[in-house]
């Protein structure tokens, strides 16, 4: 038990310097584009509003933009734009919304189908939206997800993948060069996504992970957490949507050979999170548990709490029962330094309920 | 000392050699059928649950030629015979009706409720009555499959219909009570694993013993219900006395996969030997297996929805506990464990007696 008494007053101290640092919340507007059909807002619904890959057979076409804000962690609001991609809607967003649509702009997603029949004209298409949104935000950051890739034979997926992507950054770079685009070179990341997959999991974790403010803040102070209570591996999930916001892993859990580890555990939890939905008879998006704890022998221990309002800490212990509890004390202790996760929306209500 | 619930270091030595506890074999027999494209779903059931395979992946599987037999490792090893649905066995004078049913424990017929069942029916009666002469021990079992998608009104009278076609052909042959049970299952569901598992139980010597034994600790627990799983085929092989649902049984064995797979994740690797020397240090100073306090994955989740928890105890290495616990619970952790410990040991001693010598 002196461990848990040790780190206490250290993560108190820490706590109150970095909550002058917290930045003021923001709308950052994210375009989700790509052809009719590509698969854009299945993989919204799967990510945001807890649909299980099957249940998107039931979606129709998006009708001209369907305009959404996610509340991402209490302070983050996410301005999602999900632009219907026919062709009728495509031209008027080039044409007649345009400022409407490609100013302000934080990121711009853009859903390529790797079956799609008419590769040449998916790139021409995506060469006009990338000339309008240069125009309007040049700062914007930009992903593009090589979809459906499911369909594609295991062993040649990595080839396949690496060709479009290829295709697609000489198709960027020729529309810079042909522009004269002030602002240098365009930051592209490339993701191959499956929604039967944990592989859209990865993709939007790494896109949420660059739009939460104050990450490094969370980052250092996860680390002194997981120090202080000998974790392998902390992960912190936003609590509807189970994407990984921000890890630590000890130099020892980095030897796991599981590198997908992360996004596996997302789609675990998430499915199960449904099952539950089932059981107990509450909504989708409800908070379904509070705590999960496993103890595997001689061999690992794991836990998963509710943490602060909008997330969940899962933590990775070597085995022990009195480390696994101090462990658990000490993370419940450590909610007070993480509260600044919950933004001031929620400030109130946290400090009522504490 | 590996196991699906604690996880498994990288092969590096051959399992030891399989245990024969019980060999009883439950054949899966379907009604003839002379079309190949129409196929009841039998394959796709033993697929579905003994090979992990994803129900929607089962639409590429191939018709079944030849007799399959396949083992399964198991708390009870028994094997699962795939017959199919084009050979009559009875007219077909290659067939060692002796050998095939001699040892079998349950036949368990499919029927395609999405097809014409009468000829299916048909079948099944005449196998009922030959299997009835010889082998009266043999209990037969129904599956009225693919009923998914059908309203629950018209799988009740699709049921009732087969009931009363087998039941009048069998009385009008002089067979009151004959052991034939009726379920109505789907690979999209967990209706499928629930009928499987009312098969298994049949087959288990001295249910009752086992039954009494989880009953006891649901009272003593105050638990709302507790299931013996079979963890790699997410077939219960008992519960308590409460009146079984589906929801819980599908809440207990998603928890099971919940924890296989985060297992399969985290126990899958060893840890390097300095890291667990250095965990045997200051300020815990003491052996790492010591500071364990039991060397069985031991698993607890608890529910927003009134703080229901829910249990899971590794019994062996194929076999677990779930328990759907009562409202707060949590707190009493300590005390639970304590008792489930004390009935896990039961279990043990159980199988230990029932085992054939």
């Given at each position: 038990?002196?461990?848990?008494?040790?780190?206490?007053?250290?993560?108190?101290?820490?706590?109150?310097d970095v909550r002058n640092e917290v930045k003021k919340p923001k709308k950052?507007?994210?375009?989700?584009?790509?052809?009719?059909?590509?698969?854009?807002?299945?993989?919204?619904?799967?990510?945001?509003?807890?649909?299980?890959?099957?249940?998107?057979?039931?979606l129709g076409a998006t009708i001209d933009i369907d305009l959404s804000h996610v509340k991402f962690l209490g302070n983050l609001t996410l301005n999602l734009w999900d632009c219907g991609g026919q062709e009728a809607f495509m031209e008027n967003y080039l044409s007649q919304q345009r400022v409407h649509v490609f100013s302000n702009v934080g990121v711009l997603i853009y859903v390529f189908d790797i079956e799609s029949r008419d590769v040449d004209r998916d790139m021409a298409t995506y060469v006009s939206i990338m000339s309008a949104?240069?125009?309007y935000s040049p700062t914007a950051k930009i992903y593009v997800l090589i979809h459906k890739m499911d369909l594609i034979m295991t062993q040649v997926r990595e080839a396949?993948?690496?060709?479009?992507?290829?295709?697609?950054?000489?198709?960027?770079?020729?529309?810079?060069?042909?522009?004269?685009?002030?602002?240098?070179?365009?930051?592209?990341?490339?993701?191959?996504?499956?929604?039967?997959?944990?592989?859209?999991?990865?993709?939007?974790?790494?896109?949420?992970?660059?739009?939460?403010?104050?990450?490094?803040?969370?980052?250092?102070?996860?680390?002194?957490?997981?120090?202080?209570?000998?974790?392998?591996?902390?992960?912190?999930?936003?609590?509807?949507?189970?994407?990984?916001?921000?890890?630590?892993?000890?130099?020892?859990?980095?030897?796991?050979?599981?590198?997908?580890?992360?996004?596996?555990?997302?789609?675990?939890?998430?499915?199960?999170?449904?099952?539950?939905?089932?059981?107990t008879g509450t909504p989708r998006n409800a908070e379904q548990f509070t705590l999960m704890e496993h103890k595997a022998g001689g061999r690992f221990s794991i836990f998963c709490l509710k943490f602060t309002t909008n997330t969940y800490l899962m933590v990775i212990l070597p085995p022990g029962e009195a480390r696994f509890n101090a462990a658990k004390l000490n993370c419940q202790i450590a909610r007070e330094s993480f509260k600044f996760l919950d933004g001031p929306i929620s400030a109130g209500g946290q400090s009522s309920a504490a | 000392m590996d196991s699906p619930l604690r996880g498994r270091d990288p092969p590096s030595e051959l399992e030891g050699g399989s245990r024969i506890l019980l060999r009883r074999h439950s054949s899966v027999l379907s009604p003839a059928q002379l079309n190949l494209e129409r196929l009841s779903?039998?394959?796709?059931?033993?697929?579905?649950?003994?090979?992990?395979?994803?129900?929607?992946?089962?639409?590429?599987?191939?018709?079944?030629?030849?007799?399959?037999?396949?083992?399964?490792?198991?708390?009870?090893?028994?094997?699962?015979?795939?017959?199919?649905?084009?050979i009559d066995i009875f007219d077909n004078p290659t067939f060692d009706i002796d050998a095939m049913f001699g040892e079998i424990g349950a036949l368990i017929w499919v029927i395609d409720a999405q097809d014409d069942y009468l000829e299916a029916v048909a079948r099944l009666n005449v196998t009922i009555l030959n299997l009835q002469r010889t082998y009266p021990n043999i209990k037969i079992e129904v599956f009225i499959h693919k009923v998914d998608g059908l309203s629950?009104?018209?799988?009740?009278?699709?049921?009732?219909?087969?009931?009363?076609?087998?039941?009048?052909?069998?009385?009008?042959?002089?067979?009151?009570?004959?052991?034939?049970?009726?379920?109505?299952?789907?690979?999209?569901?967990?209706?499928i694993f629930e009928a499987f598992s009312k098969v298994i139980q049949k087959l288990i010597p001295r249910l009752g013993s086992l039954e009494a034994m989880l009953t006891n600790l649901c009272r003593t627990c105050r638990?709302?219900?507790?299931?013996?799983?079979?963890?790699?085929?997410?077939i219960y092989i008992a519960t308590d006395n409460a009146p079984a649902d589906m929801a819980s049984y599908e809440i207990c064995s998603d928890y099971i996969d919940v924890i296989i797979d985060i297992t399969e994740v985290y126990g899958s690797w060893p840890r390097s030997k300095g890291y667990r020397e250095s965990l045997e240090g200051a300020p815990w100073n003491q052996k790492l297996d010591d500071q364990v306090a039991s060397n069985w994955a031991e698993s607890c989740m608890v529910l927003t929805d009134a703080n229901r928890p829910i249990m899971l105890r590794e019994v062996d290495k194929y076999l677990a506990l779930v328990a759907i616990m009562k409202d707060d619970s949590y707190d009493k952790m300590p005390l639970v464990n304590m008792n489930v410990d004390v009935v896990v040991q039961g279990l043990k001693e159980f199988f230990d007696i029932t085992k054939p010598k």
């Amino acid at each position: 038990m002196a461990d848990l008494e040790a780190s206490t007053p250290s993560l108190g101290a820490m706590g109150g310097d970095v909550r002058n640092e917290v930045k003021k919340p923001k709308k950052k507007k994210v375009l989700l584009m790509g052809k009719s059909g590509s698969g854009k807002s299945s993989m919204r619904s799967i990510i945001f509003s807890n649909y299980i890959a099957r249940d998107t057979r039931r979606l129709g076409a998006t009708i001209d933009i369907d305009l959404s804000h996610v509340k991402f962690l209490g302070n983050l609001t996410l301005n999602l734009w999900d632009c219907g991609g026919q062709e009728a809607f495509m031209e008027n967003y080039l044409s007649q919304q345009r400022v409407h649509v490609f100013s302000n702009v934080g990121v711009l997603i853009y859903v390529f189908d790797i079956e799609s029949r008419d590769v040449d004209r998916d790139m021409a298409t995506y060469v006009s939206i990338m000339s309008a949104l240069t125009q309007y935000s040049p700062t914007a950051k930009i992903y593009v997800l090589i979809h459906k890739m499911d369909l594609i034979m295991t062993q040649v997926r990595e080839a396949v993948f690496m060709d479009r992507v290829k295709l697609v950054r000489q198709k960027t770079a020729e529309f810079l060069q042909g522009s004269n685009f002030a602002g240098g070179d365009v930051d592209l990341t490339p993701f191959a996504t499956s929604i039967w997959d944990q592989s859209l999991y990865k993709a939007w974790a790494s896109i949420i992970h660059d739009l939460v403010p104050n990450l490094s803040v969370i980052e250092s102070q996860l680390a002194s957490l997981g120090v202080l209570i000998e974790a392998e591996e902390l992960l912190l999930f936003e609590r509807t949507s189970f994407l990984v916001v921000s890890s630590w892993t000890s130099e020892e859990g980095q030897n796991n050979p599981t590198t997908d580890r992360q996004e596996r555990i997302s789609n675990i939890l998430k499915h199960f999170k449904q099952s539950i939905s089932r059981f107990t008879g509450t909504p989708r998006n409800a908070e379904q548990f509070t705590l999960m704890e496993h103890k595997a022998g001689g061999r690992f221990s794991i836990f998963c709490l509710k943490f602060t309002t909008n997330t969940y800490l899962m933590v990775i212990l070597p085995p022990g029962e009195a480390r696994f509890n101090a462990a658990k004390l000490n993370c419940q202790i450590a909610r007070e330094s993480f509260k600044f996760l919950d933004g001031p929306i929620s400030a109130g209500g946290q400090s009522s309920a504490a | 000392m590996d196991s699906p619930l604690r996880g498994r270091d990288p092969p590096s030595e051959l399992e030891g050699g399989s245990r024969i506890l019980l060999r009883r074999h439950s054949s899966v027999l379907s009604p003839a059928q002379l079309n190949l494209e129409r196929l009841s779903g039998k394959s796709s059931i033993s697929s579905v649950v003994f090979h992990k395979l994803p129900p929607n992946e089962t639409l590429y599987l191939e018709s079944t030629a030849r007799i399959q037999k396949d083992s399964m490792a198991s708390f009870m090893d028994f094997q699962v015979w795939d017959f199919p649905g084009q050979i009559d066995i009875f007219d077909n004078p290659t067939f060692d009706i002796d050998a095939m049913f001699g040892e079998i424990g349950a036949l368990i017929w499919v029927i395609d409720a999405q097809d014409d069942y009468l000829e299916a029916v048909a079948r099944l009666n005449v196998t009922i009555l030959n299997l009835q002469r010889t082998y009266p021990n043999i209990k037969i079992e129904v599956f009225i499959h693919k009923v998914d998608g059908l309203s629950d009104d018209y799988k009740l009278d699709i049921q009732r219909d087969i009931t009363i076609r087998i039941q009048d052909e069998l009385s009008d042959h002089g067979f009151e009570n004959a052991p034939v049970t009726f379920h109505l299952t789907s690979i999209y569901n967990h209706s499928i694993f629930e009928a499987f598992s009312k098969v298994i139980q049949k087959l288990i010597p001295r249910l009752g013993s086992l039954e009494a034994m989880l009953t006891n600790l649901c009272r003593t627990c105050r638990f709302e219900k507790a299931y013996l799983f079979d963890v790699l085929s997410k077939i219960y092989i008992a519960t308590d006395n409460a009146p079984a649902d589906m929801a819980s049984y599908e809440i207990c064995s998603d928890y099971i996969d919940v924890i296989i797979d985060i297992t399969e994740v985290y126990g899958s690797w060893p840890r390097s030997k300095g890291y667990r020397e250095s965990l045997e240090g200051a300020p815990w100073n003491q052996k790492l297996d010591d500071q364990v306090a039991s060397n069985w994955a031991e698993s607890c989740m608890v529910l927003t929805d009134a703080n229901r928890p829910i249990m899971l105890r590794e019994v062996d290495k194929y076999l677990a506990l779930v328990a759907i616990m009562k409202d707060d619970s949590y707190d009493k952790m300590p005390l639970v464990n304590m008792n489930v410990d004390v009935v896990v040991q039961g279990l043990k001693e159980f199988f230990d007696i029932t085992k054939p010598k």
